[in-house]
C-alpha cells in the first residue's frame, strides 16, 4: 500500500518559540520535511533579540505521524514548542452550524409582529391555505438531513451522536453551495418503521428530506416508504448524489476514449447503498453491460444469498472480483481499500477507465495504475478527478425547493448528470480534468436548472 499523502484532514496548528537567528526557522522546516509533514502557513506572533515566537499549519497523513511530526520539532536543540493541536478538532468545537434570527427585536412593535399576538395572523393564514408555509415560514428553503447512524462515513455503526457531525457539515454545504438551511437530525433508532414514523412527523417543517448514512438494505425501504407517503422530495445521498456525479464523470471519461455506454463493460464493486444506485442510473443512461461485485465475489445468479436489490443485477457468471475485470472497460470502486492491483488492471480492455472512489483509501493507489489507465479518478480531493456528492446534492434540492417539486424521479438525476458534465467544454477535457471543481460557482446553478427542467417535464412541479 502506498503511502498517504498529508491532508488538511490531518493537519496541526504548531506554536513555537524558536532563537532570532538565521537558519533557526530553516532547522525546524527541515525536521518537518524529514519526517514527510507538509509546511503550510507561517505566522509571527511575536519577536525580540533572543527569541522569535511562530506559529505553523503542517499537514500530516495520520494521526501517528502527526505525533512523529511533533516529536521531530520537540527534538531540535533551542526550540520549544509552547502548544499545538489538532485544526480539524478544533473546527468542530462548538459544532460547525448555528440558527441565526432575519430580523431584529429592538421594540414592543417588533415583538409585536414577529411573535404574539401579531403571529397568530400568520397561523391562520396558513390553517385557511395551507400552501402558504411555503411562503410565510421556513419550510420553502430548508432541509432536514436525517440519519439513524448506521453507516457513517467508511467508519460502520457508530451511532447517532457520532453522526452528528457529518449531518452538521452536510448541513454547513447545503448553505455554502445552494444557500439551503438544512438541520441535521439524528435518530436514536434503527428501527425502520420507527425512522420512517419520526420522519413523517417532523416533514411538516422541511421542504425536503436528505437522508444520510443509513445502512443499506435498510435504506432502500425506508427511502421507498418515505417518497410514497411524503409530498416533498426525500433523497439518499449515499446513493444518487454518488451515483449522479459518477455517471456525469463517466460521460466524460467516454467522450476520451470514444466509447459509448451501450458498448462497455462496467464493473462495480460494492453492492451496498450507492453501488447499486449507481447501478441502475448507469442502466437508466443506457448502459448494457454491468457486472456488481460484493465481498464474495461476483452477483451470480448461482448465489442464494443476494437481497432482492442485489438480484436484479444477478448474471449468469460466477467469480471473483479479477475475474469480473478481464475486458472490463470501466471499473468503479465503492467499496474497500487495496482490493485491486495493477495485475487486475493489465487485464481490462484498452483506455480503460478506473474510478477507485473508497475513502480515504482508495480501492487502488492511483500512483501504481496512472501510465496503464485512461482516466482515473477518486473520492479524495488530493488527487484530480474526485468524485464528491456536493457536485450533486445542493443543485438538486435548489431545483427541486425553487419548483416545489413533490418529489424526486430519474429523470433528474439524470438530467443533473448531464449539465455537471457539460461544465466542461471539449477544450478543457483531459485525463485529469472529467469532472467540476467542487467550488466551481457553476455548479450548484446549473444543475438546479437542470432539475428544475425535468420536474416540469415529469409533472412534480408544483410552482
Not at 518537518?32 to 509571527?44: F, Y
Not at 499537514?59 to 536543540?77: F, G, N, R, V, W
Not at 445552494?178 to 416533514?203: R, Y
Request: charged content about 20%; hydrophobic content about 45%; aromatic content about 4%.
Amino acid at each position: 500500500m502506498v503511502n498517504l499523502n498529508p491532508s488538511a484532514s490531518y493537519s496541526l496548528t504548531v506554536q513555537l518559540e524558536i532563537p532570532n537567528r538565521p537558519g533557526a526557522l530553516a532547522s525546524v522546516m527541515s525536521a518537518i520535511a524529514s519526517v514527510g509533514g507538509s509546511l503550510g502557513d507561517i505566522s509571527l506572533l511575536q519577536r525580540n533579540l533572543k527569541y522569535t515566537q511562530r506559529e505553523l499549519s503542517i499537514d500530516a497523513s495520520s494521526s501517528e505521524h502527526a505525533d512523529k511530526i511533533i516529536t521531530a520539532i520537540e527534538a531540535l536543540p533551542s526550540v520549544k514548542v509552547i502548544s499545538y493541536c489538532d485544526r480539524t478538532f478544533a473546527i468542530h468545537q462548538g459544532g460547525k452550524i448555528s440558527m441565526v434570527s432575519k430580523l431584529p427585536l429592538k421594540s414592543q412593535s417588533d415583538l409585536a409582529m414577529a411573535y404574539t399576538p401579531g403571529v397568530g395572523r400568520i397561523c391562520r393564514a396558513i390553517a385557511d391555505e395551507p400552501e402558504q408555509v411555503y411562503s410565510l415560514t421556513i419550510k420553502g428553503n430548508t432541509v432536514a438531513v436525517v440519519t439513524d447512524g448506521s453507516a457513517v462515513l467508511g467508519l460502520g455503526n457508530l451511532g447517532p451522536q457520532a453522526a452528528l457531525p457529518v449531518m452538521e457539515g452536510k448541513a454547513l454545504l447545503f448553505k455554502e453551495f445552494a444557500k439551503i438551511d438544512a438541520f441535521p437530525i439524528c435518530l436514536a433508532t434503527q428501527d425502520t418503521e420507527k425512522i420512517i414514523e419520526a420522519v413523517k412527523n417532523i416533514a411538516p417543517v422541511f421542504g425536503g428530506i436528505n437522508l444520510e448514512d443509513i445502512a443499506a438494505p435498510r435504506c432502500f425501504e425506508i427511502e421507498q416508504r418515505l417518497r410514497k407517503e411524503l409530498d416533498i422530495p426525500v433523497f439518499h445521498d449515499d446513493q444518487h448524489g454518488t451515483a449522479i456525479v459518477s455517471l456525469a464523470a463517466l460521460y466524460n471519461a467516454l467522450k476520451l476514449v470514444g466509447k459509448t455506454l451501450e458498448e462497455i463493460k462496467i464493473v462495480i464493486n460494492g453492492a451496498g447503498a450507492a453501488g447499486i444506485a449507481i447501478a441502475n442510473l448507469f442502466k437508466k443512461a443506457g448502459a448494457t453491460t454491468i457486472w456488481l461485485c460484493d465481498s464474495k465475489g461476483i452477483l451470480s445468479q448461482q448465489r442464494n444469498d443476494l437481497s432482492e436489490e442485489k438480484k436484479v443485477f444477478a448474471v449468469s457468471t460466477s467469480g471473483t472480483l479479477a475475474d469480473a475485470m478481464h475486458d472490463a472497460d470501466v471499473f468503479l470502486g465503492v467499496s474497500a481499500p487495496g482490493v485491486v492491483t495493477p495485475e487486475m488492471v493489465h487485464t481490462m480492455a484498452s483506455q480503460p477507465i478506473v474510478m477507485a472512489m473508497a475513502n480515504p483509501i482508495p480501492e487502488i493507489q492511483p500512483e501504481l495504475i496512472y501510465d496503464d489507465v485512461a482516466v482515473m479518478a477518486t473520492g479524495r480531493s488530493d488527487y484530480p478527478n474526485q468524485i464528491n456528492n456536493v457536485l450533486a446534492f445542493p443543485g438538486v434540492f435548489r431545483g427541486a425547493l425553487d419548483c416545489r417539486a413533490s418529489g424526486i424521479t430519474i429523470n433528474m438525476y439524470l438530467e443533473a448528470a448531464k449539465a455537471i458534465a457539460a461544465l466542461i467544454n471539449s477544450e478543457d477535457l483531459d485525463r485529469e480534468h472529467i469532472i467540476p471543481s467542487v467550488f466551481d460557482p457553476r455548479v450548484a446553478d446549473a444543475v438546479a436548472s437542470a432539475v428544475r427542467q425535468a420536474a416540469l417535464q415529469d409533472g412534480v412541479a408544483r410552482k
